[in-house]
C-alpha cells in the first residue's frame, strides 16, 4: 500500500521493475537510424562486407542485410520494427530487404526534422500516406520494360542481372546465365505456378566460381553402395526400408540338429532374398534407392542383376529425389508398380577434385528440379553465392507474377523525387511539408550507391537532378566513373513496390508511439558469460 502512497500514475500500478517512457518518437527515430546505417555501407554491387559472429560463434562474412539482421538477435522494440518490415520484403520477394530497411531509415530521419519544425506526428503520417499513393502511382508510369515470356532467357537475364550484381558483381552474367537456366528448366507454363524449392543449391569446396554448372535433375553429395557406376535409361524404385534379409517380428529358436539342416536353413534364406531382389529386376528396375542399409547378401544379389544400389539417409533429399525422378517410396521390399516406379536418362557418379558427386540427370527441358553445383574456395565465399543465387531464383519467380521492370542505379528514385516534388508544391495545407520530405528521402539510394563505389555523394546528387529535369527518365549513377548516365540497369517493379510500401508502414508504425511500456522482466537464472561450457570444465 505504501508504494501507491509513494507513487502516482502508471509506475504505481505496475510491479516492481517495470518501467515507463513517455514521449519516446525522437528516441526511437535515433535507434531506428543508428539501426538503418548498420547496413547502409552493405548497399549496391561495390557494397561492403560484415563480419558477424552470432551467439552460437559461428562465423558470417556477407553484405546479405537480411542474414546480417538476422543474426544480430535486435532487442530495441522500435528499432525490432524495422527489422520486421526487412524480414517481410525477404519473405514477400526474396530481395530488396537492405533497399526497404535504407529507406525506412531516411524516412524517419526526415520525420524527425519535420518534428523539430513543429509538426505533429499524426500530420507526418498523413502526409507520408498521401506522398505513398502518388510515389506508387508514379513508380507505375516508369516501368520502362516488361518481360513478356518467362521461358525465354534473353528476356530474363537482364532482369536478374541487378539482384545478383548487388552480391557478386564480377560473376553477374556468369551467375545469371545459370540461374535463368536453371528456372527455366522448372518452369511452369502458368509463370504463377514457379516453386522456388525447385532450384536446389550444392555447394562442393574447390575450383572457381566459374567451374560451377547446372544439372537438369537431382543431385547429391555421396557415392553409390556398390560397383556400378552408371545407368543409362534407368528405372528408379525407392524403398523407405532397408535393403536387406526380412527379420522376424517375433522372437523365435530354430533347432539344428545336423551340418545339412544349418546349409539347408542357410540357403532357404538366400533364395528367399534372390527371389525378391529378382522380382524386383523382373519389372525392368536397374536402380534402387534406400534410405536405410544394404546388407552384404542383398547387396551381390542386386549386383548379380545389374542394379545400381543407392543410399539416400535424408528423409528430405529423398522427398526431393521422388519428386525429381517421379517415384513414390515402398515401405516394402517389393516389386514396384508402373506408378511406383520413377525415371530417368542418366545416373552417374562424377568427382569434383576430391568429391564424390551422384547425379540424376533428366536431358529434357522440363525436368521438375534443377540443381546447381557451386564451386569455391572457401564456405563463406560458397554461402555468399548462394545468397546471390537465392536473390536471383526469387526475382525470377517475382517476375512470373509481374514482369515489370524498371530503371536500376538510382534512375527511378530520382524521378519519383522529382514527380513527389512537383507534387508538394501543388498541394495546398501542411501535406506539402510531409510529402516534400518523402521525396528528398529517395536520394539516399543514389548518393549511397555512389559513396559505396567511392565517389562523393553530394557532387553526383545534382548531376542527376539536372539528368532529370531536362528529360532523361533513365538517368543513374554510373558506378566507375560517379557521372550520371543513361543506364540500363532494369529492377523488379515488385522489389521497388513491396520495399516502399513495407518501408512506409514500418516508419507509421514508430510514428504513432506516444509511450513505452515495459513489464518485469521474467525470473530465472542468466545466461553464464562467456558461452555454453562443457560438463568437464
Known amino acids: 500500500m505504501s508504494k501507491f502512497i509513494k507513487q502516482a500514475g502508471l509506475p504505481a500500478m505496475l510491479k516492481d ?150 552480391k557478386q558483381y564480377g560473376y553477374t552474367q556468369f551467375l545469371s546465365k545459370l540461374v535463368a537456366e536453371a528456372c527455366i528448366n522448372v518452369a511452369h507454363k502458368n509463370s504463377k505456378n514457379f516453386n522456388v524449392d525447385s532450384v536446389r543449391i550444392l555447394k562442393v569446396r574447390g575450383a572457381s566460381m566459374l567451374d560451377s554448372q547446372h544439372i537438369r535433375g537431382f543431385c547429391i553429395q555421396r557415392g553409390t553402395e556398390g560397383t556400378i557406376k552408371k545407368t543409362v535409361n534407368a528405372k528408379i524404385a525407392v524403398y523407405n526400408c532397408g535393403v536387406e534379409a526380412a527379420s522376424t517380428e517375433t522372437k523365435g529358436t530354430v533347432l539344428i540338429e545336423n551340418a545339412d539342416e544349418l546349409l539347408n536353413f542357410s540357403k532357404s534364406e538366400e533364395e528367399r532374398l534372390d527371389k525378391a531382389i529378382g522380382a524386383i529386376a523382373a519389372t525392368g528396375v536397374n536402380v534402387i534407392v534406400s534410405n536405410s542399409n544394404y546388407g552384404e547378401l542383398a547387396l551381390h544379389f542386386v549386383e548379380k542383376h545389374n542394379m545400381m544400389a543407392v543410399k539416400v539417409a535424408s528423409k528430405f533429399e529423398m522427398k526431393r529425389l521422388c519428386d525429381a525422378v517421379g517415384a513414390l517410396q515402398m515401405v516394402r521390399l517389393e516389386p514396384p508398380t508402373v506408378e511406383d516406379m520413377g525415371s530417368c536418362d542418366k545416373v552417374e557418379t562424377i568427382e569434383l577434385g576430391e568429391t564424390t558427386i551422384l547425379t540424376f540427370c533428366q536431358e529434357r527441358d522440363d525436368s521438375k528440379l534443377s540443381t546447381i553445383i557451386l564451386r569455391g574456395a572457401t564456405e563463406q565465399a560458397l554461402d555468399d553465392t548462394e545468397r546471390a543465387i537465392d536473390d536471383g531464383v526469387n526475382t525470377y519467380k517475382a517476375l512470373g507474377r509481374d514482369g515489370s521492370l524498371v530503371a536500376g542505379a538510382g534512375a527511378v528514385d530520382m524521378e519519383i523525387q522529382k514527380e513527389l516534388l512537383k507534387y508538394a508544391d501543388e498541394t495546398a495545407g501542411i501535406d506539402q511539408y510531409s510529402i516534400r520530405s518523402f521525396a528528398h528521402a529517395f536520394e539516399v539510394v543514389p548518393r549511397t550507391l555512389s559513396e559505396v563505389a567511392g565517389h562523393v555523394g553530394h557532387e553526383v546528387i545534382p548531376k542527376l537532378v539536372a539528368a532529370h529535369e531536362s528529360g532523361d527518365k533513365l538517368a543513374g549513377v554510373e558506378l566507375e566513373t560517379g557521372n550520371a548516365v543513361t543506364t540500363d540497369v532494369r529492377d523488379c517493379y515488385l522489389t521497388k513496390f513491396w520495399a516502399t510500401h513495407l518501408a512506409v508502414e514500418a516508419v507509421i508504425s514508430v510514428l504513432k508511439i506516444d509511450q513505452i511500456i515495459m513489464s518485469k522482466p521474467a525470473g530465472g537464472p542468466k545466461p553464464r558469460q562467456g558461452g555454453a561450457r562443457d560438463d568437464d570444465e
Open 17 to 166: 521493475g517495470a518501467s515507463v517512457q513517455d514521449d519516446p518518437l525522437l528516441k526511437n527515430i535515433q535507434a531506428c537510424k543508428e539501426m538503418s546505417q548498420v547496413t547502409r555501407s552493405s548497399f549496391g554491387p561495390f557494397g561492403l562486407n560484415k563480419m558477424v559472429i552470432n551467439h552460437l560463434g559461428r562465423l558470417f562474412v556477407t553484405h546479405d542485410a537480411a542474414v546480417i539482421l538476422r543474426e544480430l538477435e535486435v532487442q530495441h522494440p522500435a528499432a525490432n520494427l524495422l527489422v520486421m518490415a526487412s524480414k517481410a520484403m525477404e519473405e514477400e520477394v526474396g530481395d530488396g530487404s537492405n533497399f526497404c530497411l535504407m529507406i525506412a531509415g531516411e524516412l524517419l530521419s526526415e520525420a524527425e526534422n519535420l518534428r523539430k519544425m513543429g509538426l505533429k506526428p499524426t500530420e507526418i503520417i498523413r502526409g507520408y500516406s498521401v506522398a505513398l499513393t502518388k510515389a506508387q502511382e508514379i513508380l507505375k508510369d516508369n516501368v520502362v520494360s516488361k518481360v513478356k515470356d518467362h521461358r525465354d532467357e534473353k528476356e530474363v537475364v537482364p532482369a536478374i542481372s541487378s539482384a545478383i550484381a548487388s
